[in-house]
């Protein structure tokens, strides 16, 4: 069943706006929709209360008639962007309301979708007797049709005649897609609820019975054009339903669902809790209504036949964090027109491939939520990954992220034109999408690295990475190895050495370890943690200590030595054994490398069934590893914690900017952007967390929110201009480079081995300074730095 529920939105504002808006229609539009008030006064009435719904400000209505049917086009203040038209079908039984009626919803819809709207002005009962409005329909449909392709849109009563002229027989083009809101699609009176559910706003059961006896006059209610939902469905195009619980018609909305996904047609069914009749026209009030209309368009403007090109302003690549920023962030200024790709079967990025036991964050979880949507249900100071992953899931329902997110899709191509700026992008199952501007927002932790030891192709048990963890391995009784002792082995040795019969494990370079200054948060915490001043204090306290942290990396500072202290103190602490002890002192200078927090990992490698093996590894065999000593270790699973290709994360990708330059090859001597955001050559590509915007002291969100921020004041700037791209200048982006070669060169990070360096020694992927001044680098930035084309 492909029928949804989409609960609103909003808060308690949203909640006292539904309930003034609901009492005023049950007060001032319920009594006069009644069979004992004359219709023309019906009409007058309606027409009058339609002037307090909120327009679109800058919205033009031409009055027109095309096929002899009088009605308006309806164009928002940014002109259509699309080709073909949506012809939206006015409710009212059949004998009441006007294209003016509708004016807050169908503004709203023309701007969502981009496409020029025409809203019929079709004759009505009972003046003219069925079937006179499915001929006007009809009639203006087909004029609309030869211009280009045409979205069937309607509500109510208008709900049913779209259907019914999709119905018709005449062998016409069909209708791109059907979006039926709150159809009428039977007049006869079955699946009509004697009594309306409590909170209907509009509608009555005699009202209905007396406009359809007007209406149908001696057309029998069975007639397939009055009510298509008992009519052979087949072969329609996509439809998409929408309705509210508290409406007469909830029950045959789901009856229609049933009828046409019986019929084979692709259906859609969308159910608002706690909303009346054709909630959408109090879009701009609602936000559940601007919701519902987000998604009607998102639904007209998807390429439902194979083969078709689906336009949208911007596609992004990856539903993790930096993914969800900028999509939140398009949401919040109203760019609605947006998808979401990602391949994965789910919400979260890095936070759904890394679900191994033990994941959780190495910053505070105030850190690692974005500062605007604070989350005070964190359980504890370091969240685990279930914790992360189900904010996540919180923000983008918060932010109506649903319907914008693909899932289980893979980008493999993308090529910008220059002529008209924008990117094609292809999908892997064949589908191309078109945008103005494509987000890459794969972060650099995105390809799982197994090690490149010989043999690792003939082992015959089980092999595990760390980013492609299997939810069903139980690790007791098992002989397990882990290849690994970074930042994710840390986390997953410990809850592995519990249940293990016996953990080996291979490490090539001691790493350095802090302790980890993690506790849980109570009840108190959680309530206070709710009031905003405090939130937000808590969130300024980590952030400014963190920031302290960052002068660690530095020589000679009280940060460092302190860091030094702490680290000896907690190795002598927790591992006695002085052997042991020699084996796990890094051989490098602290911060090089990502530094472990951890209060269990020294503790799990000195249990009597865990052996810490820092011999290098010579092979892999069938049933082990053999070591450059020649010890063989005979092992059942293999756990291969060992990282990421993050040198060649967007490998992956065949990405084409200007002049069919590809991204590998700009990239041959290794990943370099601007500020980490983009790349000369490549306009309207944007990278989140691109090279040189990792950090090895503080939350990543710190560095995604600049980023988003710059990337929509460019994206707005680009469209206040009417250009058609833009780009950052070569010769900025070399400066850039430059200026971070110079600063890392002599930094810690030049004297190990990480993932932060290329195989050629440059850092691409480390910010050298605070996050203040990332902020400040990327706000500062000046469009004189940029092409504009
Ligand atoms: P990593 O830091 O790259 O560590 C990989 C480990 O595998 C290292 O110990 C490395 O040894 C070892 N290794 C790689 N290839 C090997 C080989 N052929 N033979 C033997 N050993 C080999 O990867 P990671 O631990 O997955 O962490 C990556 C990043 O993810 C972290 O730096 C951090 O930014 C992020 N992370 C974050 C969290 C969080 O809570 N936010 C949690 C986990 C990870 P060498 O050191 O000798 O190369």
């Not at 609103?8 to 049950?26: D, M, V």
């Not at 994710?488 to 980890?516: C, G, H, Y």
Request: positive net charge.
């Amino acid at each position: 069943m492909s029928v949804h529920h989409f609960p609103p939105r909003g808060g308690w504002p949203e909640r006292l706006t539904a309930a003034l808006l609901r009492g005023s229609l049950q007060l001032l539009l319920k009594p006069v929709f009644s069979p004992r008030v004359p219709i023309p006064f019906q009409r007058l009435w309606l027409k009058g209360l339609s002037r307090t719904t909120l327009p679109l400000r800058g919205t033009r209505f031409e009055p027109d008639r095309p096929g002899g049917v009088p009605g308006e086009w309806v164009r928002p203040a940014e002109a259509p962007t699309r080709e073909g038209s949506v012809l939206y079908l006015h409710g009212g039984a059949y004998c009441v309301g006007a294209p003016s009626t509708h004016r807050a919803l169908t503004a709203r819809l023309a701007r969502a979708t981009g496409m020029a709207l025409f809203a019929a002005d079709y004759r009505l009962a009972p003046e003219h007797p069925f079937p006179a409005a499915v001929e006007d329909a009809l009639a203006a449909y087909r004029v609309l049709r030869e211009r280009g392709p045409v979205v069937v849109a309607g509500d109510s009563a208008g709900g049913g005649l779209a259907l019914a002229i999709a119905l018709r027989d005449a062998g016409d083009p069909l209708p791109a897609s059907l979006l039926l809101l709150s159809p009428w699609a039977q007049m006869t009176a079955e699946r009509v609820p004697a009594r309306p559910p409590r909170g209907e706003a509009m509608l009555s059961v005699a009202w209905a019975q007396a406009c359809a006896a007007l209406c149908l006059r001696d057309t029998p209610p069975a007639h397939p054009w009055a009510s298509p939902l008992d009519a052979d469905l087949r072969g329609l195009p996509p439809v998409l339903i929408q309705a509210g619980t508290d409406e007469l018609l909830h029950d045959q909305a789901l009856a229609l669902h049933d009828a046409l996904q019986s019929a084979g047609v692709n259906v859609h069914c969308e159910i608002t809790p706690q909303r009346w009749h054709v909630f959408q026209l109090h879009g701009g009030a609602l936000a559940s209504a601007d919701d519902a209309i987000d998604r009607l368009a998102l639904f007209a403007t998807s390429a439902h036949v194979p083969g078709q090109i689906e336009e949208r302003e911007v596609v992004i690549l990856g539903a993790g964090m930096s993914g969800l920023c900028t999509a939140v962030a398009l949401r919040r200024a109203r760019r609605d027109d947006f998808v979401v790709i990602e391949q994965s079967e789910g919400l979260g990025g890095t936070w759904w491939d890394n679900r191994y036991p033990g994941a959780h964050v190495d910053v505070p979880a105030p850190l690692y939520s974005f500062s605007f949507a604070a989350n005070p249900r964190w359980t504890r100071r370091f969240a685990a990954a279930p914790e992360i992953q189900a904010y996540m899931q919180e923000v983008a329902r918060r932010f109506g992220l649903g319907p914008h997110l693909r899932f289980g899709q893979r980008i493999e191509r993308a090529v910008f034109d220059e002529r008209d700026g924008r990117w094609t992008i292809h999908l892997a199952d064949g589908r191309t999408l078109r945008a103005r501007h494509f987000v890459c927002s794969t972060g650099p932790l995105s390809r799982p690295r197994l090690p490149d030891i010989a043999g690792i192709e003939t082992f015959a048990g089980r092999i595990l990475h760390s980013a492609r963890w299997e939810a069903s391995f139980d690790a007791a009784r098992q002989r397990i190895a882990v290849i690994g002792t970074g930042s994710t082995a840390s986390q997953l040795i410990p809850p592995l050495a519990e249940r293990a019969a016996r953990l080996t494990v291979f490490q090539r370079t001691a790493n350095w370890v802090l302790p980890r200054l993690d506790r849980p948060y109570g009840a108190l915490d959680r309530l206070l943690a709710r009031l905003p001043p405090y939130a937000v204090a808590v969130r300024a306290f980590w952030f400014h200590a963190l920031e302290w942290g960052r002068r660690g990396f530095d020589d000679g500072t009280l940060a460092r030595r302190g860091m030094l202290k702490s680290a000896e103190l907690l190795l002598t602490r927790q591992i006695p054994d002085d052997s042991l002890r020699a084996r796990l002192r890094p051989p490098y200078p602290l911060g090089c490398k990502r530094i472990i927090y951890s209060n269990d990992f020294y503790r799990a490698l000195a249990r009597p069934n865990v052996a810490l093996v820092t011999e290098a590894i010579e092979r892999i065999t069938p049933h082990g590893i053999v070591t450059t000593d020649g010890r063989d270790h005979p092992i059942d699973v293999l756990v291969c914690a060992t990282g990421f290709d993050v040198e060649h994360s967007l490998a992956h990708l065949d990405i084409r900017g200007a002049a069919g330059q590809g991204l590998a090859e700009a990239w041959h001597d290794g990943p370099q952007a601007h500020l980490g955001l983009t790349v000369a050559g490549f306009p309207n590509l944007w990278l989140m967390l691109g090279p040189n915007t990792a950090t090895g002291h503080t939350s990543t969100l710190l560095f995604i929110e600049p980023g988003v921020q710059w990337v929509m004041k460019a994206m707005r700037e680009q469209r206040r201009r009417g250009a058609r791209w833009i780009g950052v200048k070569p010769a900025v982006m070399a400066a850039s480079n430059e200026r971070l070669r110079q600063r890392l060169g002599g930094s810690v990070w030049a004297g190990c081995r990480s993932w932060y360096r290329a195989a050629d020694g440059r850092i691409f992927a480390l910010w050298p300074g605070f996050t203040r001044d990332y902020v400040r680098a990327v706000r500062e930035q000046e469009f004189a730095q940029f092409d504009f084309g």
